[in-house]
């Protein structure tokens, strides 16, 4: 079975320092936010909770990523 994860997330609560520049070997610029998905599988809201990545340090200091969205697994089964 295939699985695919959507999500949806408010890119006004982007933590904008968090922005990773990165230059491509074709010497393009992009720019990367790393996100965690937490399982939530009793919410009324998805399936996933989508959060902007900690640092170990903060996560060390126990701050709280922000909440940026939510996600919902989509899943086909194999001959359907």
């Known amino acids: 079975m295939s699985k695919t994860i959507t999500l949806s ?3 006004k609560l982007i933590d904008k320092a968090k ?7 074709d010497g393009t610029e992009a720019l990367f936010l ?3 998905l937490v399982e939530t599988p009793n919410s009324p809201y998805g399936e996933w909770m989508v959060k902007q990545d900690a640092t ?3 996560r060390e200091a126990k701050v ?5 969205g939510n996600a919902k697994t989509l899943g086909w089964k194999a001959g359907a």
């Open 9 to 11: 997330i408010d890119c």
């Open 19 to 25: 922005l990773k520049p990165f230059t491509r070997k």
């Open 34 to 36: 790393a996100l965690t």
């Open 56 to 58: 170990k340090e903060e």
């Open 64 to 68: 709280k990523s922000p909440i940026l």
